[in-house]
Nanobody, 120 residues
Framework: QVQLVESGGGLVQPGGSLRLSCAVS????????VGWYRQAPGKGRELVAM???????NYLDSVKDRFTISRDNALSAVNLQMNSLKPEDTAVYYC??????????????WGQGTQVTVSS
């Protein structure tokens, strides 16, 4: 059983900041990468930021220089610091963990999602 628990969403004015947190727990072999995705109304889900177990990061172009993803050593706690938020950042944000269930099999797991609304 794998659990991803997200926290930190909410309502913020344009230019403001929010910090999202994702805690990964349960029975698995190891974590490969953890990322944050978002889905706005009427749009598809898109990758916002990702960090792998080697520490490499990847960002959506529109959030570079505004968002920062960070992790603990085990990748069991991953945060997304979001600064200079814009109305177009409004979406439901989902934590995703790709992990090895055993030495040979990997799978993707998702959190329940947290709403981020940027509005004046």
């Amino acid at each position: 059983q794998v659990q991803l628990v997200e926290s930190g969403g909410g309502l913020v004015q344009p230019g403001g900041s929010l910090r999202l947190s994702c805690a990964v727990s349960g029975n698995f072999f190891s974590i490969i990468q953890v990322g944050w995705y978002r889905q706005a109304p009427g749009k598809g889900r898109e990758l916002v930021a990702m960090v792998n177990r080697g520490g490499a990061t990847n960002y959506l172009d529109s959030v570079k220089d505004r968002f920062t993803i960070s992790r603990d050593n085990a990748l069991s706690a991953v945060n997304l610091q979001m600064n200079s938020l814009k109305p177009e950042d409004t979406a439901v944000y989902y934590c995703n963990a790709r992990l090895y269930e055993n030495r040979f099999t990997w799978d993707d797991y998702w959190g329940q999602g947290t709403q981020v609304t940027v509005s004046s």
